[in-house]
Structure formats: structure tokens, C-alpha cells
């Protein structure tokens, strides 16, 4: 089994940055694909971003580009998010997740993903 844990959720003003972590934890073993996902209430879960082992190969949602950059470190077992110039649109919970079925070729389908955290909650007020 494998636990993520994200923090870094919280309240901040549009035009703002947060930077959001995910530790990850036990059978972490091998390669793997992680990746940043966020929900509204109501609506599906949708991918963020989604970065490879090596950390090359990255993947955003369109409307987060330029603005989002996601980042690992393997030695730790860490990946992050840094936001910047957030919007209120960006509100919802974030969740972190882990794919094993990869290393590359990162995923931008929730249903790809093995593992998930609890989930942490960005506000962004206008």
C-alpha cells in the first residue's frame, strides 16, 4: 500500500501563489507517474498536472499554463504544485495521486491512478 499526503491548502486572494506538497509513503518502490487532481462539488474530478519519474515529461490542464508548475523529488518521495496568479476558478479540493502502472507517458485520467490522498482545500477569493 502506498499513502499520500498533501498540505499546503488554504485560503489566499486571486492573483496570489500557493505551493501544495504530497508526501508519499510506504511501498513506494520503483518508478511511478504522480499527479495533481481537483474537484468541485457537483463535478468530476479532472486532472491539474501529471509529471513522469524523471520528471521530463509533464502535463497540464490548459487553463493552468504558465501559471502552475509541477515538480518532484524522488529522494524524498515528494511531489509538489507551486500556483501562481490563482484565480477564483481555481477553488475546489486538490488531491495528489500516484500511478504504478507507469514511469512515462504520464496520464491525465483519474481512473489510471492507484493511489490517492485525503485531499486538501484551496480557496482563491476575488
Known amino acids: 500500500q502506498v499513502q499520500l499526503v498533501e498540505a499546503g491548502g488554504g485560503l489566499g486572494q486571486a492573483g496570489g501563489s500557493r505551493r501544495l506538497s504530497c508526501a508519499a509513503s510506504?511501498?513506494?518502490?520503483?518508478?511511478?507517474?504522480l499527479g495533481w487532481f481537483r474537484q468541485v462539488s457537483g463535478q468530476e474530478r479532472g486532472v491539474v498536472a501529471a509529471?513522469?519519474?524523471?520528471?521530463?515529461?509533464?502535463s497540464y490542464r490548459e487553463a493552468v499554463k504558465g501559471r502552475f508548475t509541477i515538480s518532484r523529488n524522488n529522494a524524498n518521495n515528494t511531489v509538489y504544485l507551486q500556483m501562481n496568479s490563482l484565480k477564483p476558478e481555481a477553488t475546489a479540493v486538490y488531491y495528489c495521486?500516484?500511478?504504478?502502472?507507469?514511469?512515462?507517458?504520464?496520464?491525465?485520467?483519474?481512473?489510471?491512478?492507484?493511489?490517492w490522498g485525503q485531499g486538501t482545500q484551496v480557496t482563491v477569493s476575488s
Open positions: 495521486a500516484a500511478d504504478f502502472s507507469r514511469s512515462t507517458l504520464v496520464s491525465t485520467r483519474p481512473k489510471e491512478y492507484d493511489y
Open positions: 510506504g511501498r513506494t518502490t520503483g518508478s511511478y507517474v
Open positions: 509529471i513522469d519519474w524523471t520528471g521530463r515529461t509533464t
